[in-house]
């Protein structure tokens, strides 16, 4: 069994779970987990944890990520995307009348901390039920805006109608909403036409794989050498060994005292846990109230 995350590159017109579907096929195991959707119509980066890595899937959710979209001015659609029913459109000539300098003003109004309303059209859940649902069916719920923070927007290409714009952004951040909010900001409505998700965390383009890539690694045996390693998610915990006679302590998944493990001076707040023999068991956090590091994510044995 593989364990460990794979940097796939999702193309256009599979939803995540499309592709965590065909990885369980292609590497013959059940144990697979996404690290956030994309919508299908989207494509780019999707880090697929693997086996063991699967306990990191809550983990690299909280990650920031990083989108290349098309915004298209002066249109509307009940998705929010290029995909929905055209819902409202702008008048030509008001269309028309926008200058470079305004749309940019209000494009970079965005950056920082604000509230966004999570589209209809999306797999949040209201009393139970996905408000995609509830859109098929034809209903409209009130949604409770969320905070949501835009660190950087880049704006690539202007040829207006249309913008290209690079959105560093955190977790939970629909880029449909913001091209919405921008459209509406600008009076004459907005859509997101495209989208490609150029970074998850550390993950990034240049390195994603698409799955029929994925398939020729697995045949040629080289498909190792392009998962990542459990570990190395936390290159900013240093590591630590256990004594040899506290191997199993650890292994168990139990909390330990400083002394218990080869410390290099200090008491780091989290450390990568090794067993003696160099083995990884997981993420350990400090108590100082306890004087003991108590267990944050273990990967060791069946835990």
Do not use: W
Request: proline residues 5%; hydrophobic residues 35%; contains cysteine.
């Amino acid at each position: 069994m593989y364990d460990g995350v794979i940097n796939v590159y999702k193309e256009k017109g599979f939803t995540s779970h499309d592709v965590v579907a065909k990885l369980r096929g292609i590497l013959k195991q059940k144990k697979i987990g996404h690290t956030g959707t994309l919508d299908p119509d989207a494509e780019g980066v999707l880090p697929v944890c693997l086996g063991k890595g699967t306990r990191l899937c809550d983990v690299l959710t909280d990650r920031t990520k990083a989108y290349r979209a098309v915004l298209l001015l002066g249109r509307e659609t009940d998705t929010q995307d290029g995909s929905g029913q055209v819902v409202a459109q702008c008048a030509a000539e008001k269309l028309a009348d926008l200058k470079e300098e305004q749309v940019r003003k209000a494009v970079m109004s965005f950056v920082g901390p604000y509230d966004q309303i999570p589209p209809m059209y999306s797999a949040l859940k209201v009393n139970g039920q996905k408000l995609c649902d509830l859109a098929r069916a034809g209903k409209t719920v009130e949604r409770k805006a969320r905070p949501v923070e835009i660190f950087s927007i880049e704006i690539e290409q202007t040829e207006l109608p249309r913008l290209t714009i690079s959105v560093e952004c955190s977790k939970g951040t629909y880029i449909r909403t913001l091209c919405h909010d921008i459209g509406r900001k600008l009076g004459v409505g907005g859509c997101m036409e495209a989208l490609t998700r150029t970074r998850s965390g550390s993950f990034t383009l240049d390195t994603a794989l698409t799955l029929s890539r994925i398939e020729e690694l697995r045949d040629a045996g080289q498909l190792e050498e392009h998962i990542v390693p459990i570990e190395e998610m936390f290159p900013q915990y240093p590591r630590i060994f256990m004594k040899k006679e506290f191997d199993r302590l650890a292994e168990n998944g139990n909390p330990f005292r400083p002394e218990q493990a080869v410390m290099d001076g200090g008491l780091p707040p989290e450390v990568r846990l090794y067993s003696s023999g160099g083995r990884f068991i997981g993420t350990y956090g400090y108590r100082k109230e306890k004087g003991r590091y108590q267990p944050i994510k273990i990967f060791a044995g069946g835990q």
